[in-house]
């Protein structure tokens, strides 16, 4: 991999706290390559070979069964995924294709698994993420379950809106078809879900939102501290930190 690559990759929670001499041994042995759209990165069922790491581009995590498929996150750079395999030497619980032309790093995992052995910093980090991808899981599981379908919309909205610093006119950062499977809607339904928003607090032009009522938009979500993702985290994902 490239040198420039490097120092983004430091930064990442995962390895900001590692020893220098880790860091240097996993970057060794690290490589980095490029993907068109489409392409499946990993399946699930399968074991893990790399600890992949998203420097260009989205990936998308899915899981299929019995015939259906449902999004289970999108991941935008500088992000891991799906290290909880990796840790665990299980089986791949999502499968994660790219949606564009993305760059990726890969670092093979046995390595990963040593590292962890061996610098306590790195292993403290990794438990970190770990757990703020089981909190992800289970706010993600409150907000499907507590919540209907048009305020889990309209939640969604106001988080791309604080992410935005507030902004009233935010832009899907996938198509729609993503969000409903990811929202555990059908696309008629998220279509039924826009347009009584609509009616109360929206505008809708394409891919992109205009709040026209917050405070009305607010009632209907009903923000909740334990169950909303919060901007300040350190999750890169379009939805929510994942490691499944």
Known sequence: MQDDEKPELRRLPLFREM????????????????????????????????????????????????????????????????????VCDAPYLMSARTLECAKIVMIPVADVRVALRRDPDFAMAAMRELANGYRGFVRQTRNLKLRNSIERLAAYILYRSRHA??????VLPVEKRHLASYLGM??????????????????????????????????????DSLMDEPVESPAKSAFSRLAG
Not at 34 to 55: C, K, M, N, T, W
Not at 165 to 170: A, K, T, Y
Request: proline content about 4%.
């Open 165 to 170: 610093g507030d902004s009233d006119s935010i």
């Open 19 to 86: 020893t220098t001499p880790t860091f240097d041994s996993l970057m060794q042995i690290a490589c980095s390559q490029s993907f068109p759209q489409q392409v499946e990165l990993i399946r699930q069922g399968e074991y893990a070979d790399f600890l992949h790491i998203v420097i260009e581009g989205s990936v998308e995590l899915h899981a299929s069964w019995n015939g259906r498929d449902t999004v289970m996150g999108v991941i935008h750079p500088v992000s891991t995924f799906i290290l909880a395999a990796c």
């Open 186 to 223: 059908t696309p008629e339904n998220l279509s039924r879900s826009i347009k009584s928003l609509q009616a109360d607090c929206l505008t809708v032009q394409g891919m992109r939102f205009t709040i026209t009522d917050r405070t009305r938009l607010m009632e209907i979500a009903s923000p």
